[in-house]
Each structure stands twice: as C-alpha cells, then as structure tokens.
Nanobody, 124 residues
Framework: QVQLVESGGGLVQAGDSLRLSCAVS????????VAWFRQAPGKEREFVAA????????NYADAVKGRFTVSTDRAKNTVYLQMNSLKPEDTAAYYC?????????????????WGQGTRVTVSS
C-alpha cells in the first residue's frame, strides 16, 4: 500500500548538517504518520522522530531534540529529516517508516512499511 524511498545520507564531519528525504508513494490512502528510525552497527533500531501527515504533529527522541527537525511537503509527498549539529554518535543507517494506525507509536513493530535505509556517517 505504501512505498518509501530514502535519500540524502552521506559522510559528514561533526557539527555539520544533513537533510534526509523520504519519498512516500501511496496507492489509496495517505499514511497517518511517517517516522524516522536509525540503527547503528550492533545496536537495536531506535526511534528518532515522527510526524503526522494531516496536521503535522511531531515527536522526537530525547537524543535529537533541538538538533533534528522532521517536516512534510504534502505537494511533493516527501518527509524530511533536517539534522543539524551532527555528532559521531548519530552515525547509523536511517530508515523512514509509515503506519495507518492513529495515536503515538515509537517502536519499530508499530510501523508495517519501511524504506531501504540511507547511511549517515559522522566523523569526529
């Protein structure tokens, strides 16, 4: 029902900024929410940020509050993750995910649709 394609990852230095994009293709209904997760080598996938598609309510993990901003451009059907003041600990594969269920959700199992991921590496 939904296809997600991430782009924008790369290698940057600590303190730099990067913007990730998630192109959302839906066949019938628009997802209720799109989230960003990340997974560092040897670690579990963790929630980063989420936004509801209709009214733009956002939620962030404590580790990225004040540095990352999630936004949506409904005309382009794209969700962005603007990442500022990047740190080496932000190094991970970043995934966007979508769900049709309402309410708040921060666990990967709450999201049935996933992109292939884009890698972000932050050097010190």
């Amino acid at each position: 029902q939904v296809q997600l394609v991430e782009s924008g990852g790369g290698l940057v230095q600590a303190g730099d900024s990067l913007r990730l994009s998630c192109a959302v293709s839906e066949r019938t209904y628009s997802p209720y929410a799109v989230a960003w997760f990340r997974q560092a080598p040897g670690k579990e996938r963790e929630f980063v940020a989420a936004i509801t598609r209709s009214v733009g309510i956002t939620n962030y993990a404590d580790a990225v509050k004040g540095r990352f901003t999630v936004s949506t451009d409904r005309a382009k059907n794209t969700v962005y993750l603007q990442m500022n003041s990047l740190k080496p600990e932000d190094t991970a594969a970043y995934y966007c995910a979508a769900r049709f269920s309402g309410g708040s959700a921060y666990h990967p199992s709450d999201y049935p649709y996933w992109g292939q991921g884009t890698r972000v590496t932050v050097s010190s």
